[in-house]
């Protein structure tokens, strides 16, 4: 799964730190759901949607192996 959460982050001069702790999640979580090692809950996609005031849809995309 594909996601512009560095890229969200850069528009919102966020740190992985600063989103981990607006989500309540570690900063760990966040780089790994960056890098691809991680698929974040329903709940968590969610939260990082509302931090970034955008569609879980903009953030995460499918791809084929998916």
Excluded: C, H
């Excluded at 900063?27 to 509302?50: C, M």
């Amino acid at each position: 799964m594909k996601n512009t959460i560095k890229i969200q982050r850069a528009f919102k001069d966020l740190t992985q730190e600063a989103l981990a702790n607006k989500i309540g999640v570690s900063r760990q979580t966040i780089n790994s759901i960056e890098n691809n090692r991680y698929i974040p809950s329903t709940v968590l996609a969610l939260k990082i949607s509302k931090v970034f005031d955008i569609s879980v849809n903009e953030i995460f995309e499918l791809e084929n192996e998916d």
